[in-house]
T-cell receptor, first 111, second 113 residues
Framework: SAVISQKPSRDICQRGTSLTIQCQVDSQVTMMFWYRQQPGQSLTLIAT?????????ESGFVIDKFPISRPNLTFSTLTVSNMSPEDSSIYLC????????FGPGTRLTVL | KQEVTQIPAALSVPEGENLVLNCSFT??????LQWFRQDPGKGLTSLLLIQSSQREQTSGRLNASLDKSSGRSTLYIAASQPGDSATYLCAVPSSGGYQKVTFGTGTKLQVIP
């Protein structure tokens, strides 16, 4: 299994600012995944982060808006840049071993 | 492209009732299927993982079945309790990629005391 922690757990931010979310895993993993869950919706994959290479972004998500770092095999960050109210969501970090594990999520509200 | 649908979208039952949640997927060439529970504003908790070679998995009051040929899975909850109230999501790997996972639309369950 994998235990994943995220920081912050929640934040309220002003329009136009940026927020960096941290994700820490208790074991080394090749891939880390970042998901977004908008209010009342299911999960949407933002990007896949590999250590030592650029993240792979899904359709509709771009690096300028959601830059990702992956400095080692247990840690990743996701930045939500130039935020607008439409970015208000829960952001979830995840890893996949035999099954998928999720962090507790970061609940972001943009005013 | 894998698409995953869950029916019903919401369900309200009295405590003690047995219930079934449904998950349908379009691409039957899956590696496995996973059921999650999500409490409001929280992350996802894994409930059951069914490998493609399995037909069902059980954990306590939960039983999940898998029928790959028909593209369906069910989650059976026996003797429901108010603590079971949550949103239940199924997830399958996306077509062509084991690591990428497509999530269902979710079923919001309310168990009334």
């Amino acid at each position: 299994s994998a235990v994943i922690s995220q920081k912050p757990s929640r934040d309220i931010c002003q329009r136009g600012t940026s927020l960096t979310i941290q994700c820490q895993v208790d074991s080394q993993v090749t891939m880390m995944f970042w998901y977004r869950q908008q209010p009342g919706q299911s999960l949407t994959l933002i990007a896949t982060a590999n250590q030592g290479s650029e993240a792979t972004y899904e359709s509709g998500f771009v690096i300028d808006k959601f830059p990702i770092s992956r400095p080692n095999l247990t840690f990743s960050t996701l930045t939500v840049s130039n935020m607008s109210p439409e970015d208000s969501s829960i952001y979830l970090c995840s890893v996949r071993l035999n099954e998928q594990f999720f962090g507790p999520g970061t609940r972001l509200t943009v005013l | 492209k894998q698409e995953v649908t869950q029916i019903p979208a919401a369900l309200s039952v009295p405590e003690g009732e047995n219930l079934v949640l449904n998950c349908s997927f379009t691409d039957s060439a899956i590696y496995n299927l996973q059921w999650f529970r999500q409490d409001p504003g929280k992350g996802l908790t894994s409930l059951l993982l069914i490998q493609s070679s399995q037909r069902e998995q059980t954990s306590g009051r939960l039983n999940a079945s898998l029928d790959k040929s028909s593209g369906r899975s069910t989650l059976y909850i026996a003797a429901s309790q108010p603590g079971d109230s949550a949103t239940y999501l199924c997830a399958v790997p996306s077509s062509g990629g084991y690591q990428k996972v497509t999530f269902g639309t979710g079923t919001k369950l309310q168990v009334i005391p």
